[in-house]
């Protein structure tokens, strides 16, 4: 497993936190699924959501994207309250979710997906804009080519996206959320059905995002998460049961009992 350097935890300390959520609380009808959830995300950290099969945990992603409005509670971005903000206001304030979902052009080559993704935040869809597209292709292109060699896919750049095998398709997705060069990278099971192989590869990927972008994943492979999380935060039943470091959730009584005790899947 890779060597990822935890960050300085005084330096965390003294910064404001990226993202804040206070008694955040989303509920479907009768069932809470998240319930009055309070945590905090330090910036330039990966942070870990773990937990049992509907504890919870991609609902609190979407309440963080805008996917959902939450039924109580905050949450600050940046310092700015954006609980029930849209979706599309949201990316461009900088959270960002990667789909597990393919949502690219399967005949396209990898680079113009990328080139595709990345003229978005240039352009916009406004008609006053159009005039921007000139330069915006160019910038845009520069943009895919340096994304494509941080996903290590630069070597397939003009391969259709649907000749990829299935690690470098998740890589693609990847790319893609980069394109909108985000503050907050959102990642659900990032290593969900991939090989150890392509599991080592995508671990690396994260840790190497992580140099420049504020990471929050959800995954189940405890070692994974052991590994790479400067916070863990440990859902249960729809609550945070409790956050903190590798070892203060290894330590955790709670933490055992409900979780790490019972052993996941
Ligand atoms: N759109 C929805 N409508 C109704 N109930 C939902 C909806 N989304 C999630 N739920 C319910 O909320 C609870 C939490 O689900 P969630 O998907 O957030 O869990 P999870 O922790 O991501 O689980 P898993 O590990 O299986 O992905 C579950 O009981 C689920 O059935
Ligand atoms: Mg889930």
């Known amino acids: 497993m890779s060597a990822h350097t935890n960050h300085s935890t005084t330096e965390q300390t003294s910064r404001q936190p990226i993202l804040e959520t206070e008694g955040l609380t989303k509920k479907f009808g009768t069932l809470t699924a998240v319930n009055?959830?309070?945590?905090?995300?330090?910036?330039?950290?990966?942070?870990?959501?773990?937990?049992?099969?509907?504890?919870?945990?991609?609902?609190?992603f979407n309440l963080f994207t805008g996917a959902f409005g939450p039924t109580r509670g905050e949450i600050r971005f940046k310092g700015k309250d954006?609980?029930?903000?849209?979706p599309h206001s949201i990316v461009r304030q900088g959270i960002v979710r990667s789909y597990q979902i393919t949502n690219f052009f399967d005949e396209l080559t990898a680079l113009e997906n990328?080139?595709?993704a990345a003229q978005a935040p240039y352009t916009g869809f406004r008609a006053r804009d159009f005039t921007k597209h000139y330069t915006a292709v160019d910038q845009a292109m520069e943009d895919a080519h340096r994304i494509l060699e941080r996903i290590e896919l630069d070597h397939v750049a003009e391969q259709t996206a649907s000749s990829l095998s299935y690690g470098q398709r998740r890589h693609l997705e990847i790319g893609i959320s980069l394109a909108s060069d985000p503050d907050l990278l959102l990642m659900d099971e990032p290593t969900a059905g991939m090989s150890p192989e392509?599991?080592?590869?995508?671990?690396?990927?994260?840790?190497?995002?992580?140099?420049?972008?504020?990471l929050i994943i959800i995954e189940h492979d405890m070692e994974i998460v052991m590994d790479i999380s400067d916070q863990i935060n440990v859902m249960n039943d729809g609550?945070?049961?409790?956050?903190?470091?590798?070892?203060?959730?290894?330590?955790?009584?709670?933490?055992?009992?409900?979780?790490?005790?019972t052993g996941d899947e």
């Open 36 to 60: 009055n959830v309070s945590l905090t995300v330090s910036p330039d950290t990966i942070s870990s959501i773990i937990g049992p099969n509907g504890a919870g945990k991609t609902t609190l």
């Open 82 to 86: 954006i609980a029930g903000t849209s």
């Open 114 to 116: 990328i080139r595709l």
């Open 198 to 214: 392509e599991t080592n590869e995508a671990v690396e990927l994260v840790e190497e995002i992580a140099a420049d972008t504020t």
């Open 239 to 261: 609550e945070l049961l409790a956050s903190g470091t590798a070892d203060e959730i290894r330590n955790d009584e709670r933490v055992q009992k409900a979780y790490l005790g």
